[in-house]
C-alpha cells in the first residue's frame, strides 16, 4: 500500500490559522483618508495615513533589497491623466542590520499627494488601490486597500474614504476612526444600503418583555461528538493495539502495581493535555468570528472536499497518509528519557503514530466546532476526543484483569476504517456542496446529493455484510452481532433517504442536503402574499425578496412588517431552522400572511454590477459580490457575522424587537414573531 507523507499535519492547521486571521483580528493599525484639491482642469489627490503608535510603513523609494515599499497604484482611465509621480513626506532614514540597506520609514500621519488632469467634463470615479507593509517591533504584514474618488465633470461631487485594515494579533493598538461620507447617487444608495436601526433601545415593554434566546450550547454537542470520534478512534488499528501494550508496560516495568496506574494515569493525562493545547491554539487564533467565516468560506469548504475526499481513499486503503519517520523517531527518544517527560512524549508518541487514523477524525471535529459560534467549540470537542482517547489507558492500567476481556486485534480494526472510509466521503459531498449552492452551479441539487449519500450508504450496508470486499481485507467467516446490527441501522438510513428523492422532508438530517428549493424538480405552486417574488428559491414555497430595497419597499407598499433573514448556502443551522422551525404550521402560517421576507445570503458569489461596487467603511474591503454586500451590511449595522440572524423592521428600517439567532424552539420563536408584530400594529 502506498504511503504519503504529510510533513506537518499542525503546517494545515497553521495554514487555515494564518489565512483566516487576515479576516479575522480587524485591528485598525492603519487608516486612509483622501481628499482632493481642484484647480480648473487639474487637481490634487491627497492620501493622508494615520498609523497607530508603535507601527510605520515604508516609504515608496525604499531602496533596492529593502523592505516592501509603499504603492498607490491608478487605474488606467481616459477620463484623467497622472502629472508626475506620487510625492511624499519627509521619511525617517536609518540604516538595518537586516536588510543591510538604509530603510526608509513613516509613523504618525504620512501624506502623499499625486497631480491629475482631468480630461473630460462626465461625472467619473478615480479608482485604485495602496499597497504597503506594515510592521512594529514584533513583525510586519502586507496589507493593500481601495480608494474610490468620485469626480463630477471639473467639480469634486464627493470622496469615498477607505479604512485600511491591517490584520496584526500581537498588539491590540486601534487608530483613530475616520470620519466618512457616504455618497449618494443609483436611488440614493450607490449601491449600499439604506441604514436600519441596529439599536434596540428605544423597544418598550407592551407587546411582550422580549424573547430571550437561550445562549448557544452546541459546543456541549461537539463535546459528545468529540468524545464519539475519540471511541472511533480507538477502534481503529492505529490505536487498539496500543492499548495492552502500553498498560502491560507501565504494569511490568513500574516498581509496585500502584506506581504503574500512576504513571498510566499521567499518560492518560498527557494525552488529554496534547489534544486540548491543539483546540486551545486553532481557539486563540481563530476566535468565533472567524471559525465562523471558515464554516462558510467557499475556498475552505472546497479545501475540506479535497481533503476529505483524499481521507476517504485512504481509508479505503488506496494509500496511507503517515508523518515523516524523523518525527516518531524524535519523540519516541524523547520518551526513553524517563519520569513526567519521558511520559510525556509516549503519549505524544502515540499522536504521531495513530494520526493516518486519528487526523481524519479530528479534522471533521474541528470543521463542525468551526460552525458553532463559540470560543469554546475547539476546546470542547478535543478534550471530549481526548477523554475518550485516553480513558481505557488509565482503566486497564487500575484493573489490568479487563485486559483479557478484549477483543483480539483483526481484521475488524481494518472494517472501522473502512466505514470511517464511507463516512469521510459522505461529509466530503456536503462541503462540496456548499460551493455548489454558493456559485449556483446546479451540480449537486438536491435530489442528486440524497442520491449520492444513498449510494454511499448502500454500499456502506453492503460492505458490513460482507458482500462488498476490498483487497486489504481478511476473509470474513462469519456476521458477528455487533457487525449486523449496525449494517441494520446503516440500510434503515439508506432506505430512509430514499423518499427524499420525491420530496420528504428528512427532518433527521436537517442541514445537510442542499435547501428543499434547489431541486430539479421545482413545485409552480406558491403561497404567500401575491406581488412578492422568487418564491421558487425560498423554503416552503414561501414567497420572499433577495434584496433589500425592492423588500422594503414591497413592505409598504402592502402595509406588512419586515423580517429580514441573513442566511448562507453553507449554513447548517440555517436549514435547520427552516426545516424543523420554519415548518410548524403556526410560524409558517406569520411569516406568510404577516411578514415580508427578505432573504440575504451572505455567501452567494454573484458579482455585482460595476456600478454597484463599493468600498466597505467598516472593513476596507471592496465589495464586489452579492454576498459580500448582505454580509457588510450584517457586520457593519448589526455587529455580528454569524447566521441564522433574524431581524424585525418597520418601514423606517427601527427594529420591532432585539434580533434572534438560532433558535430551535418553535414556540420561542413564535412568540418573536408576534412580538414584532404587535410593535407594527401599535404604531
Known sequence: MKRIKLYSPLTFLLFLVSFLTVDA????????????DQKGEEAVITFKATIAK?????????????????????????????????TEGKPHVAFDDIFEVDVWSFDGSPIFTQKIKLSTKNSFKVEGSIEYQICDDKGCVYSDTSFSIAIKGNKVEEVVPDVAVVENSSVDTTAQEVTTTIPVEQNG????????????????????????????????????????GGLLALLTPCVFPMIPLTVSFFTKRSPTRQKGIANAIIYSTSIILIYVILGFLVTVTLGSDALNAMASNVFFNMLFFVIFFIFALSFFGAFEITLPSSWVNKADQASDKGGLVGIFFMAFTLSLVSFSCTGPIIGTLLVEAARGSSYLGPIMGMTGFAL?????????????????????????LNSVKVVLGFLELALAMKFLSNVDLAYHWGLLKREVFIAIWIVIFGLMGLYLLGKLKFSHD????????GRLIVAIITLSFTVYLIPGLWGAPLRAISGFPPPDFYKEWTNTNSGGSAGASHSETCPHN????????????YAQQVGKPVMIDFTGWSCVNCRKMEDNVWSQPAVLKIISEDYVLISLYVDDKTPLPESKQFVSTSTGKK????????SEMQSRI???????YYVLLDHQGKLLAKPVGYTPDADTYKKYLEEGKCRFKGR
Not at 25 to 36: D, E, G, P, T
Not at 391 to 412: E, I, R, V
Not at 623 to 630: A, D, L, Y
Open 25 to 36: 483580528q480587524l485591528q485598525n493599525n492603519v487608516k486612509w483618508n483622501f481628499s482632493i
Open 54 to 86: 508603535g507601527y510605520h510603513i515604508y516609504s515608496q523609494n525604499t531602496p533596492p533589497g529593502g523592505p516592501t515599499p509603499t504603492l498607490i497604484n491608478f487605474e488606467k482611465s481616459k477620463n484623467y491623466t497622472l502629472v508626475g509621480k506620487t
Open 189 to 228: 444608495t450607490n449601491g449600499r444600503i439604506p441604514e436600519p436601526s441596529g439599536d434596540a433601545s428605544h423597544l418598550e415593554a407592551g407587546c411582550g418583555d422580549g424573547i430571550i434566546v437561550e445562549e448557544d450550547k452546541s459546543y456541549w454537542g461537539i463535546f459528545l461528538a468529540g468524545m464519539l
Open 388 to 412: 475518550a482517547l485516553a480513558l481505557p489507558f488509565g482503566l486497564f492500567a487500575a484493573f489490568p484483569g479487563w485486559l483479557n476481556t478484549l477483543p483480539k486485534s483483526g481484521g475488524w
Open 474 to 481: 481478511s476473509d470474513m467467516h462469519h456476521l458477528g452481532t
Open 542 to 553: 414561501l414567497n420572499c425578496f433577495h434584496d433589500y430595497e425592492e423588500g422594503m419597499a
Open 623 to 630: 465589495v464586489k459580490s452579492t454576498g459580500n454586500k448582505w
Open 638 to 644: 448589526y455587529q455580528t457575522n454569524s447566521q441564522p
